[in-house]
C-alpha cells in the first residue's frame, strides 16, 4: 500500500518523456517515509556519521529542503548504499572508480561562495570541434585563496573521493592546472573573446 501510494498511477509503460520532477517528489516522499519509519532504529549510526561528517553536513544542511535530521539520514542512508555496493564488487573481484567532476556543487556555490572569483566562470577551452570554446558557467576557485580555504576545498574534495572509491577519473583536469575562464555579464562568452582569460 506504501508503495502504491507513493508510485500512484503512473504510466511507466507508456511514457514518451522521463519525469524528472515526478521521480525527484517520489523520491523523496520515500525517504521521508523511510525515515519516519526507521530513524529512531538507525539513530546511533546516523549520530556517528554526522559526527564524522560534521563540516559539510551542517554546511549543507539548511540548504535542503528536508529537515536537518533527515537531511543527516539521508545522506547516511545514500553513503551506507554506496558502501554496500563497493563491498558486492569488491567480493566480485571488481572495483568502484569515482569521478573527480570539474564543477562545483549548486550547494557548494551557495554555502562557499567566498572562496570563487567574483565576476569569472569556467568552461572548456577551444577544441577543433569547438573552436569558440564551451562556456560552462561553472565557480572558478579564487587563486589567492589558494593557500588557504580554496586549497582546503580542493584537498578535502580529493580525499573524500580517495577514502570511498578504489580509484579516480579526472575530468577535464585543465580545470585544476589551467583553467579556462571568462567574464560572466558580459554578453555571451563565445563572442567576447576579449573576456577569456587564464588563471595563473
Known amino acids: 500500500d506504501a508503495w502504491q501510494a507513493l508510485v500512484g498511477d503512473v504510466p511507466w509503460t507508456t511514457a514518451r518523456h522521463a519525469d524528472h520532477a515526478g521521480a525527484f517528489d517520489r523520491q523523496y516522499a520515500a525517504l521521508g517515509a523511510l525515515w519516519r519509519a526507521r530513524h529512531d532504529a538507525w539513530a546511533r549510526d546516523v549520530a556517528a556519521f554526522a559526527e564524522q561528517h560534521r563540516e559539510w553536513l551542517e554546511r549543507d544542511a539548511p540548504l535542503d529542503a ?21 563491498g558486492h564488487l569488491q567480493r566480485l573481484g571488481l572495483s568502484l572508480w569515482g569521478d573527480l567532476q570539474i564543477g562545483i556543487s549548486w550547494r557548494d556555490r551557495q554555502s562557499l561562495a567566498p572562496l570563487f572569483l567574483d565576476g569569472y566562470a569556467m568552461g572548456a577551452p577551444p577544441s577543433r570541434t569547438n573552436p569558440e570554446g564551451q562556456p560552462w558557467g561553472y565557480p572558478v576557485l579564487d587563486p589567492d585563496q589558494y593557500d588557504g580555504r580554496a586549497g582546503a576545498l580542493v584537498l578535502a574534495r580529493m580525499g573524500k573521493l580517495l577514502a570511498e572509491y578504489d580509484g579516480l577519473r579526472i575530468d577535464h583536469p585543465h580545470g585544476l592546472v589551467d583553467p579556462w575562464i571568462y567574464r560572466t555579464g558580459a554578453g555571451d562568452p563565445q563572442f567576447t573573446t576579449a573576456g577569456v582569460s587564464r588563471a595563473d
Request: proline share 10%; net charge neutral.
Open 66 to 86: 528536508m529537515p536537518p535530521d533527515q537531511y543527516r539520514f539521508v545522506q547516511w542512508l545514500a553513503h551506507r548504499q554506496h558502501d554496500e555496493l563497493r
